[in-house]
């Protein structure tokens, strides 16, 4: 397979070339357990450096901090895939944050190597006294100012799966493996059930996937758990009709974070059902072929398999759940607001008829002040104390003979135009016929 590329992680230490070292990254120390001729019931310890990776062992198992490029430490982490033989893919992955790839890849000698990627949204919830349970904050890398919005997380757990087998070595790097990774292998080294590796290696894949499912479904009962106490609140507002409770109590942006965070997980769910249907199909390139054993090992690890993605497809089925009733909320949330308009629109109604209403009672006391105060009449008092003599000047006269007039005009206009409206209105259907641009006009009584 010479026509392979390698390029000597080029694109990995272009990326370490711009990231600064941070105190949690000053030292990358890997802790090993391996099962030696030296100590056949296997032994841990910790490494600084490449030096004890040289010895040989049967069965090595690397928990190795994650692969970040970072300028500090880019030398001794490609001095280790070197020694390892990761092929530059596998770095290339890592700084495009793939994580839905399967590799399996034979080399000339008979051995191959095999490897994901995983990326993670990371949910965890904060509880406060008094205060429903929330997502916890976290920043989008580090120095970055914490976010001030209701269940806004920016953190991401993100591993890789490294497996080699040359000749009767097998070999496992797990780069920043989450704690139900840890603790699947952890349970796995303490069952001294080390044969069936040995056999087909695949099966460090199938430990690996069974820590991330409880990993992921954790995620997703988190999930549940923040948003349970939301979907109350807005239902119990529903109820209610407490508007002013929904305005000062519900966050929306605290629901469209959760939706936000459902879509992630349901990325990730899906990324591990591919990933599991990757390790199905080259699972038979694993084993090896020298007795009637490995048939059987094969059968029961892809039988595993199989059993890892129904697990999945279970967590997947609740996320899809869950998100329907974020959507439902979500609607919800929109109709009480719409419903809440409305409302206010009535409220702003009544108000007009209230003005109105006033306006009608006093219109005739205004109307005959105005009348009275304008050049129609004019008032005289009478010199034998008589009193004051209100007499009609001509204009008086005169504006009855032009409004008379036009009030009439204007109620027959009022008049005819009412008639046209009701009586004469056309719709034009337009129709397309046989492909031409031709039209009828149909009159709609």
């Not at 190795?64 to 895939?81: C, D, K, M, N």
């Not at 949204?121 to 580090?142: D, I, L, M, Y």
């Not at 497809?313 to 974020?326: F, N, V, Y």
């Not at 009348?371 to 008032?379: A, E, K, P, R």
Request: glycine share 6%; proline share 4%; aromatic share 12%.
């Amino acid at each position: 397979m010479s026509w392979l590329r390698n390029d000597d992680y080029r694109l990995y230490r272009f990326r370490a070339s711009h990231v600064l070292d941070t105190p949690a990254f000053a030292r990358w120390a890997l802790h090993i357990w391996e099962l030696t001729d030296e100590a056949p019931g296997g032994k841990w310890y910790w490494e600084m450096g490449t030096a004890g990776l040289t010895t040989p062992a049967r069965l090595r198992i690397i928990l190795a901090p994650p692969a970040q490029p970072r300028q500090g430490t880019v030398s001794e982490i490609t001095e280790f895939y070197r020694l390892l033989g990761i092929p530059s893919d596998f770095t290339t992955e890592y700084t495009q944050a793939v994580s839905h790839s399967f590799s399996h890849r034979t080399e000339g000698d008979g051995s191959w190597c095999a490897w994901f990627h995983f990326l993670c949204k990371n949910v965890s919830v904060q509880r406060e006294e008094g205060q429903p349970p929330e997502v916890a904050r976290r920043t989008p890398s580090f120095g970055r100012p914490l976010s001030t919005l209701p269940n806004a997380d920016y953190g991401w757990f993100r591993s890789s799966f490294f497996l080699r087998r040359d000749g009767d070595s097998v070999t496992l790097v797990c780069f920043g493996a989450m704690t139900g990774v840890r603790g699947r292998v952890g349970h796995f080294i303490d069952s001294k059930a080390w044969d069936d590796v040995l056999v087909n290696p695949y099966i460090l894949f199938d430990i690996v996937l069974e820590g991330l499912y409880f990993d992921v479904d954790q995620m997703v009962w988190n999930m549940n758990i923040v948003f349970g106490p939301i979907e109350h609140k807005m239902l119990e507002s529903a109820h209610n009709k407490d508007f002013k409770k929904l305005n000062s109590e519900l966050s929306f942006a605290a629901v469209h974070n959760c939706a936000k965070h459902i879509i992630f997980l349901g990325e990730v769910l899906e990324s591990c059902t591919m990933l599991i249907d990757g390790a199905i199909n080259n699972t038979p390139k694993a084993s090896r072929s020298e007795t009637q054993s490995p048939s059987l090992v094969q059968e029961q690890l892809i039988e595993t398999l199989r059993y890892r993605r129904t697990l999945f497809r279970s967590t997947q089925l609740r996320l899809s759940s869950l998100q329907k009733r974020i959507d439902n909320v979500i609607a919800l949330a929109f109709n009480l607001v719409t419903q809440q308009g409305s409302t206010a629109m009535m409220q702003d109604s009544r108000v007009m008829k209230a003005i109105a209403a006033i306006t009608i009672v006093f219109l005739p006391t205004t109307g005959v002040a105005t009348v009275l105060g304008s050049q129609l009449f004019v008032s005289e008092w009478k010199g034998d104390g008589a009193g004051w003599d209100v007499k009609t000047t001509p204009l008086f006269w005169i504006t009855w003979w032009v409004s008379v007039p036009l009030t009439i005009c204007v109620i027959i206009l009022a008049a005819v135009w009412q008639w046209w409206m009701s009586g004469e209105k056309k719709r034009f259907v337009w129709r397309k016929r046989d492909g031409g641009s031709e039209t009828t006009e149909k009159k709609v009584s």
